[in-house]
């Protein structure tokens, strides 16, 4: 090999010493401790940030994304990821980039299915997915510990310890990550049966068994279970129940419009939406047809994006394949950082998860196309229910939530080993406990950041500036 090939090798597979090396310079650049500084943008207004995101969402279902984040100062936390990553972007960062949730809340993690019907433990939303620093979704997730803990009225210690775990697990599990050769990382994971054994040993007779319930509810979790609570039989033909304005079918929705074009539309983009997915499971997906689509509201920050479930039948109406078309819009990331450019938002979402999860849903694809006003919308879909759950967080106490932070610190640390340069990241770290302090520090910041704006949220509801569905 030629000296210039060799050049052009280690360019594009820099060996462990160079990757070090980025990682020491990354710390010269950006020292640990810098990390803890929070910056807001001048005259900063957090309910102005949230307004210009809703003026593009549903405008009859903006109210009750309002209610919902009014409720406490986590459900609030759970819809800013816009303010955060605003605030972000003002702070001290480092160059160590990988694949982002870019909303990795504590809420955001939870067990599902993976194709060999195993229950998995990881992220489990990808809405704002991209590339980006990698203590971005670090500092959202043990920010998010610091707003739940406060939540559920631990002492100051306690939220401290709760979110120094949950910082040097990332760091630890980033460290043997670094350690092991490539195709290990790739396949690394938490299996929900064996590696959450630690959290169980830790819950009263009571809990566990509310636990285990949960795990043996979140395997039901299917499109079986979907039919028998979605649905009733209306003649012989299984019919979404309305039940508005968390569910609306479309028929209901578009009184006096032309449905069966609608559906011979809808059946258009979904034959699209096909050509996304794999050959097998293309093929696995064409021996099902439609019935009926409804749209549906769904969690706390993605409230008055438009969502839409579809129910499916496959050999009888007892073989039903539920859907969930949900739109994909810029994550908030992209206003602040660079990154790859993609044809829908869609894909996005699509390709972010593929990268971070270690196991996904064998329906999940994109699709893009006009609303019934003609205006075009990018959405990503994938299986309504695949045996997901996510924990209790308002009824942790502070040991359950320490661990459970930590198990959701090892599966982000997993996710980004998997997307970015671990080694670097690894190094950047380190073998001591500065990182984790530092990370405790900032969450304590923007935990109070977060009380403020969520009184301002308040304010603009009873000045009337906002209207917020309080009751829904």
């Not at 310890?161 to 990332?170: D, G, L, Q, S, W």
């Not at 008055?304 to 579809?310: A, K, V, Y």
Request: net charge neutral.
């Amino acid at each position: 090999m030629s000296k210039t090939s060799k050049r052009v090798a280690s360019a594009a597979h820099p060996n462990r010493t160079e990757r070090q090396h980025r990682g020491v310079t990354a710390r010269r650049k950006t020292p640990l401790a810098a990390l803890a500084e929070l910056r807001v943008a001048a005259r900063r207004d957090p309910v102005g940030i949230l307004e210009k995101q809703a003026a593009d969402r549903v405008p009859e279902l903006v109210p009750l994304r309002y209610g919902r984040m009014a409720a406490t100062a986590f459900t609030f936390y759970r819809g800013a990821a816009v303010i955060m990553a605003d605030d972000l972007s003002h702070s001290p960062t480092t160059a160590l980039r990988t694949q982002l949730c870019g909303d990795a809340h504590l809420s955001n993690f939870g067990v599902f299915a993976t194709p060999e019907r195993k229950l998995a433990f990881d992220v489990n939303d990808f809405d704002e997915t991209y590339p980006g620093p990698f203590e971005w979704d670090v500092k959202r997730l043990v920010a998010s510990l610091a707003v739940a803990a406060d939540e559920n009225g631990f002492s100051d210690k306690k939220r401290r310890k709760i979110t120094r775990a949950c910082a040097a697990e990332y760091r630890e599990t980033m460290v043997r990550q670094a350690e092991l050769g490539n195709l290990a990382v790739w396949y690394a994971h938490i299996e929900a049966g064996s590696d959450l054994t630690e959290l169980r040993d830790h819950l009263s007779k009571a809990r566990k068994r509310r636990t285990r319930a949960a795990l043996e509810k979140a395997s039901r979790r299917d499109s079986i279970q979907a039919l028998s609570k979605l649905t009733t039989d209306v003649d012989g033909t299984r019919r979404i129940i309305s039940a508005p304005p968390l569910i609306v079918p479309i028929e209901d929705m578009y009184d006096g419009k032309d449905i069966t074009a609608m559906y011979l539309d809808l059946q258009a983009r979904l034959d699209s939406y096909a050509d996304t997915l794999q050959g097998d499971r293309r093929l696995l997906y064409n021996q099902f047809q439609v019935v009926q689509m409804a749209r549906k509201v769904v969690g706390v920050g993605s409230v008055g994006t438009r969502t839409w479930i579809i129910l499916l039948q496959g050999a009888d109406p007892d073989d039903p394949l539920f859907l969930q078309v949900k739109e994909a819009k810029p994550s908030v990331l992209s206003a602040y950082l660079d990154g790859p450019a993609f044809a829908t938002e869609g894909e996005r979402v699509v390709e972010g998860q593929r990268l971070m999860q270690a196991a996904g849903d064998i329906f999940l694809g994109w699709e893009r196309g006009p609303d019934a006003d003609g205006i075009d919308h990018d959405f990503y879909i994938r299986q309504l229910r695949d045996g997901k759950g996510s924990a209790e967080v308002e009824s942790q106490t502070p040991r359950v939530m320490k661990l459970y932070g930590r198990i959701c610190a090892r599966a982000l640390a997993f996710a980004h080993a998997r997307g970015g340069d671990r080694i670097a990241i690894a190094t950047y770290l380190g073998d001591d406990t500065e990182f984790d302090h530092v990370m405790a520090e900032f969450a304590d910041t923007y935990a109070e950041q977060n009380t403020r704006d969520h009184a301002a949220m308040l304010d603009a509801i009873a000045a009337g500036r906002i209207t917020a569905d309080i009751a829904t």
